[in-house]
């Protein structure tokens, strides 16, 4: 390496912006453009309100990009000592809340040795509906690359700026909700079981509408699951759950007033019934002196 690029290539890590340069001899893998008549074209456009360079779009990494230069510094952010290199998406991918991780590589191609300057930031850069350009403001020292003897403006005015850009992940976010009830409501079923006694299995409620949905209740005289022979088994069935889909679920706090029993649970398109196996003892629910059956009704 000439001497006279020792000022420029004499480091890797830029301590003040934690810029990583380097140099190498290959051409960047994904864009190179070459501006022919520079020096007079970046001339033509100081102090315009469109101050910058952008290349032809291209792709990579599966997404569409635009090379962005701005040969006086981007002012805009009030920087005017550096050229300031940008990376613009202009496909936006599909999805609500989607995201983009990119880590970009910037090339400047130096003419007296024939390799190309790389410059990179620290971290990759996130893209978003809110942010479809990154880059690094303070790429290279505009004295620097002016400078003849660096050779980045070649004899005939011409230079080359490159890109390479790697996608880590592409993700549409997933957004979730778990909201309350600000208010508990003071909705309530009765259900009313004639000749409770002569159930042998099941039986169901009529259909009942609270909360904007219906539901039924299930009972088991001679319980199920872990509480059969032991206990009277209740369930509360949400009936309408087309809604539930994608892994919602709605979760309810339910009172069974036989005794204070609370019973709760999830409910969602896979499991759409919650409740208890042993909600009350069948030795006491037959104890006609407990009060739970009088004339062979449950209320």
């Known amino acids: 390496m000439a001497s006279s690029h020792g000022s420029i290539y004499s480091f890797k890590v830029d301590d003040a912006s934690n810029i990583i340069r380097s140099v190498r001899d290959e051409k960047p893998a994904h864009y190179l453009m070459e501006i022919e008549s520079f020096t007079e074209f970046k001339d033509s456009i100081e102090g315009q309100d469109e101050d910058y360079i952008e290349s032809m779009e291209f792709v990579a990494a599966g997404h569409t990009w635009v090379l962005v230069i701005y040969p006086h510094g981007n002012t805009n952010i009030g920087e005017e000592d550096h050229i300031s290199l940008y990376l613009k998406l202009i496909s936006k991918p599909r999805g609500f809340g989607w995201t983009v991780n990119a880590i970009i590589k910037f090339f400047i191609f130096d003419y007296e040795g024939s390799k190309y300057i790389t410059i990179q930031g620290p971290t990759a850069h996130t893209y978003d509906a809110t942010r479809m350009t990154n880059g690094i403001s303070q790429a290279l020292l505009l004295r620097d690359f002016i400078r003849p003897s660096n050779g980045f403006i070649s004899k005939t005015d011409l230079c080359k700026f490159g890109v ?69 088994t209740v369930f509360l069935s949400l009936l309408e759950f087309s809604d539930l889909t994608g892994g919602k679920k709605l979760y309810v706090d339910t009172t069974v007033r036989i005794i204070n029993q609370l019973v709760s649970g999830w409910y969602s398109k896979e499991c759409n019934s919650s409740g208890t196996t042993d909600l009350l003892s069948l030795s006491d629910l037959h104890n006609k002196d407990k009060g739970f059956k009088m004339d062979d009704q449950k209320p």
């Not at 609270?210 to 009277?232: C, D, F, H, N, V």
């Open 164 to 232: 390479e850009v790697f996608v880590a992940d592409t993700i549409p976010t997933s957004i979730g909700r778990l909201s309350t009830l600000n208010e508990r409501t003071s909705d309530n079923f009765t259900w009313t079981i004639n000749k409770f006694s002569k159930i042998t299995d099941s039986q169901c409620s009529d259909d009942f509408d609270m909360e904007e949905r219906t539901w039924e209740l299930e009972i088991y005289p001679q319980g199920w699951g872990a509480g059969k022979r032991k206990s009277l």
